[in-house]
């Protein structure tokens, strides 16, 4: 990411000044997928590629003129505008901004430049980089994006340290830096380039199916409090399975599991045991793949070369419906992994999958 780059933009497009420059960088997650809205670990870090955005007050008491540089789309719309904007990189600043004003900050007309360098759609939470730039960005996803996401993207963009994951518990939002340079081991991403959108796509009936569970064990136990799968055992979840129906308590049975894979991770990285780790992350795959339905042909089929070439754990990263693979594979083992992941994929599909090397930075910060 360039901060000269984005500072020559932002005074050509504007009237010639310079205003503050923030960067928030995407995300990974080794383990624990979905399981933020459910109350239950994640396990992400934040990567080297993100957001940066140049902004500076305009002047005007409403009026915010954003472009967007790698789109090379420029936008105005004003805050008091009910509708807000229609293009929908422009929508989140709009979201955050009145976010912003529904808590008491008194937001101005602004001008606003920002490029980034995290794949768009690859599950990599561009969305959440963008977001992280401003502040409050699970709110602007919720209202104005239409995905009742979790918070796991916005947080790993803002507490994210360069080379530390951190385990959130995502219900009472402890967390915990976990420094992660694994000895012999790297990881890297395979992008499958099948574009996932959150928003219209099935991720918002994933989550109803899981609240749908957790209504019904809580009808069966009014003495407890059951806000999330979080607070429901596996028993009680066999209790509502035929009320319930089989895909619901699919999804269920998946989630009560990811909350357990999150814990022997933690367990694993403390006792240096990269093997059980990957062990676990092939699980989840098996889990988002059949129990949750989150994954695509795409996605399986690179799964499928992680095995073939004895990688130590691979799994769908993020959301799921496309986007990437997140692999821990042996370095021994690395090149050929890739090599073989490249000429099959290009094979069966007519393009290789893009590859991803992760290094684990910083969160959200002021650059300049
Ligand atoms: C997306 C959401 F934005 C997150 O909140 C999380 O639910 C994730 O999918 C799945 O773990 O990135």
């Given at each position: 990411?360039?901060?000269?780059?984005?500072?020559?933009?932002?005074?050509?497009?504007?009237?010639?000044?310079?205003?503050?420059?923030?960067?928030?960088?995407?995300?990974?997650?080794?383990?624990?997928?979905?399981?933020?809205?459910?109350?239950?670990?994640?396990?992400?870090?934040?990567?080297?590629?993100?957001?940066?955005?140049?902004?500076?007050?305009?002047?005007?008491?409403?009026?915010?003129?954003?472009?967007?540089?790698?789109?090379?789309?420029?936008?105005?719309?004003?805050?008091?505008?009910?509708?807000?904007?229609?293009?929908?990189?422009?929508?989140?600043?709009?979201?955050?901004?009145?976010?912003?004003?529904?808590?008491?900050?008194?937001?101005?007309?602004?001008?606003?430049?920002?490029?980034?360098?995290?794949?768009?759609?690859?599950?990599?939470?561009?969305?959440?980089?963008?977001?992280?730039?401003?502040?409050?960005?699970?709110?602007?996803?919720?209202?104005?994006?239409?995905?009742?996401?979790?918070?796991?993207?916005?947080?790993?963009?803002?507490?994210?340290?360069?080379?530390?994951?951190?385990?959130?518990?995502?219900?009472?939002?402890?967390?915990?830096?976990?420094?992660?340079?694994?000895?012999?081991?790297r990881l890297v991403l395979l992008d499958s380039a099948v574009k996932h959108q959150l928003s219209g796509s099935p991720?918002?009936?994933?989550?109803?199916?899981?609240?749908?569970?957790?209504?019904?064990?809580?009808?069966?136990?009014?003495?407890?409090?059951?806000?999330?799968?979080?607070?429901?055992?596996?028993?009680?979840?066999?209790?509502v399975r035929a009320e319930v129906g089989e895909e619901d308590y699919k999804r269920a049975h998946f989630v009560l599991?990811?909350?357990?894979?999150?814990?022997?991770?933690?367990?694993?990285?403390?006792?240096?045991?990269?093997?059980?780790?990957?062990?676990?992350?092939?699980?989840?795959?098996?889990?988002?793949?059949?129990?949750?339905?989150?994954?695509?042909?795409?996605?399986?089929?690179?799964?499928?070369?992680?095995?073939?070439?004895?990688?130590?754990?691979?799994?769908?990263?993020?959301?799921?419906?496309?986007?990437?693979?997140?692999?821990?594979?042996?370095n021994d083992l690395y090149q050929r992994f890739i090599a073989d992941a490249k000429k099959r994929f290009c094979e069966?599909?007519?393009?290789?999958?893009?590859?991803?090397?992760?290094?684990?930075?910083?969160?959200?910060?002021?650059?300049?």
């Amino acid at each position: 990411m360039d901060i000269e780059f984005v500072r020559s933009r932002f005074v050509k497009h504007f009237d010639g000044k310079s205003g503050n420059v923030y960067a928030s960088p995407g995300r990974i997650n080794l383990i624990g997928e979905h399981t933020d809205y459910n109350g239950g670990y994640v396990f992400p870090g934040a990567v080297d590629k993100g957001v940066i955005a140049e902004i500076r007050a305009n002047g005007t008491s409403d009026t915010v003129m954003a472009y967007a540089i790698d789109l090379k789309d420029r936008v105005d719309f004003k805050l008091s505008d009910p509708d807000g904007p229609r293009a929908s990189w422009a929508r989140y600043i709009y979201g955050i901004a009145l976010e912003m004003q529904a808590v008491g900050v008194p937001v101005k007309g602004f001008n606003i430049a920002f490029a980034g360098d995290v794949p768009l759609g690859a599950g990599m939470s561009s969305s959440a980089a963008m977001e992280s730039c401003f502040a409050f960005g699970q709110a602007t996803e919720h209202k104005y994006i239409g995905v009742n996401c979790g918070i796991m993207d916005q947080f790993a963009s803002v507490f994210g340290k360069a080379g530390c994951l951190m385990r959130l518990d995502c219900r009472s939002r402890e967390f915990q830096y976990f420094p992660f340079k694994p000895d012999g081991y790297r990881l890297v991403l395979l992008d499958s380039a099948v574009k996932h959108q959150l928003s219209g796509s099935p991720y918002n009936d994933r989550r109803n199916s899981c609240e749908n569970v957790v209504r019904h064990i809580a009808a069966h136990h009014p003495e407890g409090t059951f806000e999330t799968l979080r607070d429901c055992t596996w028993e009680q979840l066999e209790e509502v399975r035929a009320e319930v129906g089989e895909e619901d308590y699919k999804r269920a049975h998946f989630v009560l599991g990811e909350k357990d894979r999150v814990l022997g991770v933690c367990e694993a990285l403390n006792a240096g045991d990269y093997e059980r780790v990957g062990e676990l992350m092939y699980q989840t795959h098996e889990g988002l793949s059949k129990e949750y339905e989150v994954s695509c042909e795409e996605l399986d089929f690179l799964n499928q070369i992680a095995r073939d070439n004895e990688v130590t754990g691979s799994r769908i990263m993020g959301g799921g419906f496309g986007g990437c693979t997140i692999n821990l594979v042996r370095n021994d083992l690395y090149q050929r992994f890739i090599a073989d992941a490249k000429k099959r994929f290009c094979e069966r599909y007519g393009h290789e999958p893009k590859v991803i090397d992760v290094v684990i930075g910083d969160g959200s910060r002021r650059l300049c």
